[in-house]
């Protein structure tokens, strides 16, 4: 079954402190995987994507993300947290040369602590 | 227009009720989305049109549901005799329609029926 997984649901770090989300995912098919970012009251934005090449991608507000295929993984890293980078981060996985029906994953809520 | 906007941006219905939610998607985006986020659930796929392709309506839960897209632009989506399980954020995402476009998401409908 086709599926993302984010183990953890709920992180609170120190400002200037790294960050590491996970995200596994289940998928027959070549993946095409995603990151998204809600915060309060405002709409999904993309944070990065990966679709083939170099499985080390870099987005947007100083946030990157690895692929690693041999452990079913695509998970999200940022050197030094900001406060504003409080929200709500979504794992999400759909099919190379079909962009529909996104899988999502639950979501990871980010804290941070000045 | 700059980005996907949705309307209402609240919606309180009562049990029973009939209710249409509306998204604008992006200008010349060819491809539309409609997804259910549920409180503590990750993003749950509904309906997909492209272009004047025939919609992709298998994530819709039930025939309550359904959605229509006018020349090829705004979207409406329908909820006949409302249920409390129905409640939720309804997101619109549009994209152009290629294979590896990013989706780009509204802010959402939050429907609560009482």
């Known amino acids: 079954a086709q599926s993302v997984t984010q183990p953890d649901i709920h992180i609170t770090v120190s400002e200037g402190a790294s960050l590491e989300l996970r995200c596994n995912y289940s998928?027959?098919?070549?993946?095409?995987l995603f990151w998204y970012v809600q915060s309060p009251g405002q709409g999904l934005q993309l944070l990065l994507k990966?679709?083939?090449?170099d499985t080390l991608v870099q987005g947007i507000k100083g946030f990157e993300a690895e692929f690693k295929r041999s452990q079913s993984s695509f998970n999200l890293r940022k050197p030094s947290v900001h406060w504003s980078d409080a929200a709500e981060y979504f794992c999400a996985v759909g099919a190379a040369g079909n962009n529909r029906k996104l899988i999502w994953g639950l979501g990871t809520s980010l804290a941070v602590n000045p | 227009g700059a980005g996907v906007s949705q309307s209402p941006s609240n919606k309180v219905t009562e049990k029973g009720k009939d209710v249409e939610l509306r998204c604008d998607p992006i200008?010349?985006?060819?491809?539309l989305y409609w997804y259910r986020q549920s409180l503590g659930q990750g993003l749950e796929f509904l309906i997909y049109?492209?272009?004047?392709?025939?919609?992709?309506k298998s994530g819709l839960p039930s025939d309550r549901f359904s959605a229509e897209r006018t020349g090829g632009s705004v979207s409406t989506l329908t909820i006949q005799r409302t249920q409390q399980e129905d409640s939720a954020v309804y997101l619109c995402?549009?994209?152009?329609?290629?294979?590896?476009?990013?989706?780009?998401f509204g802010p959402g409908t939050r429907l609560t029926v009482l």
């Open positions: 049109f492209q272009g004047n392709s025939a919609p992709d």
């Open positions: 995402a549009s994209t152009g329609g290629g294979s590896t476009d990013t989706q780009y």
């Open positions: 200008s010349g985006h060819t491809a």
């Open positions: 990966y679709f083939s090449g």
């Open positions: 998928y027959g098919a070549t993946p095409y």
